[in-house]
């Protein structure tokens, strides 16, 4: 993947958070996420590439949909995966986890998956290959904490605070490791069970198909690993799912599934604070931005605390 992409793909996240923080607290999520769509579409648009949005919205009234081509058309063909903003609602109420990401790489390298959910576990490079997600969570559990040297009590597991994953919780709280719980935001549970020094030791549950293969380009850039299965919540995902041929809800998908080459780089940015990220923060004259970028090829991680003043450059 091109290094100068890399630049551009903060440049996309920054700008994604920047315009969906101005509504955080506000109570509109819709609001939200259309304001930090627009805004990286926008900037797609004008960047010399010949891209198309392979993970995007499923929603056509948006502008990062699937099958959208961006960029100016000339320049280096990629593929897209991009969520403008993870976590909208938790923007618009003011909550913890936002952040705005984009995955670029070249073509063909993410898994297109239909609009429904996934059973996920996610580790790091210290517990890489131990897990597997046909295992009880006690069995991975274990598993993690003999990997990672630490005692179960120690262990920290990361879920999604869904109704589907309250019987997931018990099962976690019997073993005795810690659980964090996030509301939204499950690619950034995921990336943090990479991230040196992060709290998070194991990511679980279900949660989002197309979020799994964002997250997966992250923790492949990271060096860490991921199991998933499809899950369906009713009939018309199962028929969406069977007709990209993921219906079968035994099979196992593994990092190198859902992103099939080196070739790839991820940024993120926090819009609110996070598990991974402080969030946009505002001061006279203009705003503060945090972000993380990782290049498959090299490994680099570069967190990049961004001024922008606006009396210089205005964006809103």
């Known amino acids: 993947m091109n290094r100068n992409l890399t630049l551009e793909a903060t440049r996309l996240t920054e700008l994604s958070a920047l315009y969906a923080s101005r509504y955080m607290g506000k109570g509109d999520d819709e609001l939200c996420y259309r304001s930090s769509d627009e805004a990286m579409w926008k900037l797609l648009e004008r960047m010399d590439i010949n891209g198309e949005v392979?993970?995007?919205?499923?929603?056509r009234d948006l502008y990062l949909y699937d099958g959208r081509k961006v960029g100016t058309g000339e320049g280096v063909k990629v593929d897209i995966a991009v969520k403008p903003l993870e976590g909208k609602r938790t923007c618009a109420l003011g909550g913890h986890n936002s952040i705005s990401v984009v995955a670029i790489g070249s073509k063909n390298c993410f898994m297109k998956v239909p609009p429904c959910m996934m059973h996920k576990i996610a580790v790091g490079p210290d517990a890489k290959g131990v897990v597997d997600i046909n295992e009880p969570p006690d069995i991975n559990i274990k598993r993690v904490a003999r990997a990672k040297g630490k005692y179960i009590e120690d262990i920290t597991v990361c879920v999604l605070d869904r109704e589907i994953n309250w019987q997931l919780v018990e099962d976690i709280r019997k073993t005795g490791a810690r659980i964090s719980f996030i509301t939204d935001g499950d690619i950034s549970g995921v990336i943090s069970t990479a991230i040196e020094n992060s709290s998070i030791d194991i990511m679980m549950g279900v949660g989002g198909a197309k979020e799994a293969v964002i997250a997966a380009a992250g923790l492949k850039c990271l060096d860490g690993d991921m199991q998933t299965k499809v899950f369906y919540n009713d009939y018309f995902?199962?028929?969406?799912?069977?007709?990209?041929g993921r219906?079968?809800?035994?099979?196992?998908?593994?990092?190198?599934?859902?992103?099939?080459?080196?070739?790839?780089?991820?940024?993120?940015?926090?819009?609110?604070?996070?598990?991974?990220?402080p969030g946009?923060?505002?001061f006279s004259g203009g705003a503060r931005t945090n972000s993380i970028?990782?290049?498959?090829?090299?490994?680099?991680?570069?967190?990049?605390?961004?001024?922008?003043?606006?009396?210089?450059?205005?964006?809103f």
């Open 54 to 59: 392979v993970i995007g919205a499923s929603n």
């Open 237 to 244: 995902e199962k028929t969406v799912a069977e007709n990209l």
């Open 247 to 277: 219906g079968n809800p035994d099979r196992i998908y593994k990092i190198r599934d859902l992103v099939k080459t080196e070739d790839i780089l991820i940024s993120i940015t926090g819009v609110t604070d996070g598990v991974l990220l």
């Open 280 to 282: 946009v923060q505002y």
């Open 293 to 315: 970028v990782i290049r498959q090829q090299t490994h680099t991680v570069r967190f990049i605390n961004a001024v922008h003043k606006f009396d210089y450059k205005p964006i």
